[in-house]
């Protein structure tokens, strides 16, 4: 989805199927939602397309975010939302160890320290069950930014750092 992202001006939209899944009435291992008579259950993929959902932006930023370009296990992008001005970092590891990226802000002005930090993370075999629903959900922290810095991605994770601006 990060690239999604970075090819914003061509790509209009996106979807996800399967959505929902009746449980033990399926086809697939991959639905976003599963329910039964009375209950449902929502996926680690159900939580990363609301991530993406609420921290999209307008505007996408080029070499914000470096990482090592031969690792295929990275993904991350960065965009501003043009109402609020705030700028949006997206880092994913979908390795099986913990990775790190360095991070440059230096083309932003008025950045407020003090951001807030959401992370999603599990492993190849996590998932959310009817009898664990929380197994796999985002966590919500603050986190400091400066105008350079280095950030250390767990393995098999989405992480995001929303980062405040002062408008003027």
Same mark, same amino acid.
């Given at each position: 989805?990060?690239?999604?992202?970075?090819?914003?001006?061509?790509?209009?939209?996106?979807?996800?199927?399967?959505?929902?899944?009746?449980?033990?009435?399926?086809?697939?291992?991959?639905?976003?939602?599963?329910?039964?008579?009375?209950?449902?259950?929502?996926?680690?993929?159900?939580?990363?397309?609301?991530? @993406?959902?609420?921290?999209?932006?307008?505007?996408? @930023?080029?070499?914000?975010?470096?990482?090592?370009?031969?690792?295929?296990?990275?993904?991350?992008?960065?965009?501003?939302?043009?109402?609020?001005?705030?700028?949006?970092?997206?880092?994913?590891?979908?390795?099986?160890?913990?990775?790190?990226?360095?991070?440059?802000?230096?083309?932003?002005?008025?950045?407020?320290? =003090?951001?807030?930090?959401?992370? =999603?993370?599990?492993?190849?075999?996590?998932?959310?069950?009817?009898?664990?629903? =929380?197994?796999?959900?985002?966590?919500?922290?603050?986190?400091?930014?400066?105008?350079?810095?280095?950030?250390?991605?767990?393995?098999?994770?989405?992480?995001?750092?929303?980062?405040?601006?002062?408008?003027?």
């Amino acid at each position: 989805m990060t690239a999604l992202e970075r090819n914003g001006d061509v790509v209009r939209m996106a979807s996800y199927a399967p959505l929902f899944a009746k449980k033990n009435f399926t086809q697939w291992n991959i639905d976003m939602i599963f329910f039964d008579n009375v209950k449902i259950c929502l996926t680690p993929n159900y939580y990363v397309q609301k991530m @993406f959902s609420v921290n999209h932006g307008d505007y996408y @930023f080029d070499n914000v975010i470096s990482k090592d370009k031969k690792d295929s296990t990275l993904a991350a992008s960065c965009v501003q939302e043009s109402k609020t001005g705030d700028i949006i970092l997206k880092m994913v590891n979908f390795g099986n160890e913990s990775k790190t990226m360095k991070i440059n802000l230096a083309s932003f002005k008025n950045i407020i320290p =003090l951001a807030e930090q959401t992370v =999603l993370t599990g492993n190849a075999d996590a998932e959310n069950t009817f009898d664990n629903p =929380l197994n796999v959900v985002p966590v919500k922290s603050g986190f400091n930014v400066s105008t350079k810095f280095e950030y250390a991605t767990p393995a098999m994770s989405l992480n995001v750092i929303r980062i405040k601006t002062i408008r003027k």
